[in-house]
């Protein structure tokens, strides 16, 4: 008998079926929108709005991870820019508090930035050493 989880025993559609029927969606709404001559930068706003409040991206990153060898490491290469996003706009935040005098709060901002980051290090660490079964 092996011990296989609920999710592994269920077929390719019904554990990944609403992610793909939502990028298709998403890219026929698309399709449709260009159609219809608007404007590019609206289409953008309105597919990164829509894709993150239905956590298609997150699906989309489990969709491409099933690729044998090559999907995780595709999906690596696209979540290590979130970092430097965050680490960026801290950046930011201490470039504009420092300019205004806001000394104070800005070492609060960047301890906070610098200890999420660290969290999400520790917490990615900690799931790969101890799978919850």
């Known amino acids: 008998m092996t011990d296989n989880t609920e999710a592994e025993r269920k077929p390719f559609w019904q554990q990944y079926g609403k992610s793909v029927f939502l990028w298709g969606g998403i890219v026929a709404g698309i399709l449709v929108l260009l159609a219809f001559d608007v404007p590019k930068e609206i289409i953008a706003i309105l597919t990164i709005v829509l894709s993150l409040f239905t956590k298609a991206f997150a699906g989309l990153g489990a969709v491409v991870t099933l690729i044998p060898v090559v999907g995780p490491l595709i999906v690596k290469v696209f979540a290590l820019p979130f ?3 965050v680490n960026g706009l801290g950046y930011i935040v201490s470039v504009i508090a ?4 806001y000394t104070k709060e800005m070492v609060r901002s960047r301890v ?3 200890a999420l980051l660290v969290g999400i290090l520790i917490g990615y660490i900690l799931g790969h050493l101890l799978p919850i079964r």
Request: glycine share 10%.
């Open 98 to 101: 420092i300019k205004k005098g």
């Open 112 to 114: 906070l930035t610098l």
């Open 83 to 85: 970092f430097w996003l």
